[in-house]
């Protein structure tokens, strides 16, 4: 299903539409402040193999990721964050980050490298933060990539849909997505190490 919800006013009934179907166990391709991703409840197994198995990865070494709320829902699937950490996350996000945390016992084996590190989200765009709001955790999170020699990532959602429109159960349309990915930082290893220049820079 392709479902057009206006990025800067989502409609309710169409965001609880797309809960339904994470509820159900659905996968979906949803528009972030970067790129578009493939998401589902980070609590549905079979959900999380479906995006492991459309993308090639192995859950047991993939470096998955999720989008949450807000930091305090962060703090609920990783180890003690401290101070500096936190300030860090308070100055970047909601933003175009993925930072990588030590992740707490309570999160779903299938996140699990064997670092024991989770990669967390809080994108700085409406229909994200309100689907992640109605469904009341976080979705499991991997950057939708493209074959196209010239894009990395699909930037058009109607030649999304064509492509998955077989393969996952709601396709977004929020406009054209971006072809820059989050940054990344990793936060496990006492100062905090940028493993990938993305979207935007650090502030400290």
């Known amino acids: 299903m392709l479902l057009k919800i206006n990025p800067d006013n989502p409609e309710g009934r169409k965001i609880r539409q797309v809960v339904e179907h994470l509820n159900e166990g659905g996968v979906i391709i949803y528009p972030t402040d970067t790129v578009y991703g493939l998401g589902c409840d980070i609590e549905n197994q079979k959900a999380i193999d479906r995006i492991c198995k459309l993308r090639g990865l192995d859950p047991k070494k993939a470096n998955l990721a999720m989008i949450c709320e807000d930091i305090s829902q962060v703090s609920n699937y990783t180890q003690q964050i401290d101070n500096a950490t936190?300030?860090?996350?308070?100055?970047?996000?909601?933003?175009?980050?993925?930072f990588i945390l030590p992740a707490a016992n309570n999160v779903p084996k299938m996140f699990k490298n064997r670092k024991?590190?989770?990669?967390?989200?809080?994108?700085?765009?409406?229909?994200?933060?309100a689907i992640v709001q109605t469904l009341g955790r976080p979705i499991m999170t991997t950057s939708l990539k493209s074959d196209d020699e010239i894009l990395?990532?699909?930037?058009?959602?109607?030649?999304?849909?064509?492509?998955?429109?077989?393969?996952?159960?709601?396709?977004?349309?929020?406009?054209?997505?971006?072809?820059?990915?989050?940054?990344?930082?990793?936060?496990?290893?006492?100062?905090?190490?940028?493993?990938?220049?993305?979207?935007?820079?650090?502030?400290?």
């Open 152 to 204: 990395e990532y699909f930037t058009d959602p109607a030649d999304i849909y064509e492509d998955f429109k077989k393969l996952v159960d709601v396709v977004i349309d929020s406009g054209p997505g971006g072809n820059v990915p989050s940054t990344v930082i990793d936060c496990t290893e006492g100062e905090p190490t940028i493993l990938r220049e993305g979207a935007a820079d650090l502030v400290l």
């Open 116 to 129: 024991k590190t989770i990669g967390v989200r809080i994108p700085e765009h409406n229909v994200t933060a």
């Open 86 to 98: 936190f300030r860090m996350l308070k100055k970047n996000l909601p933003g175009p980050f993925t």
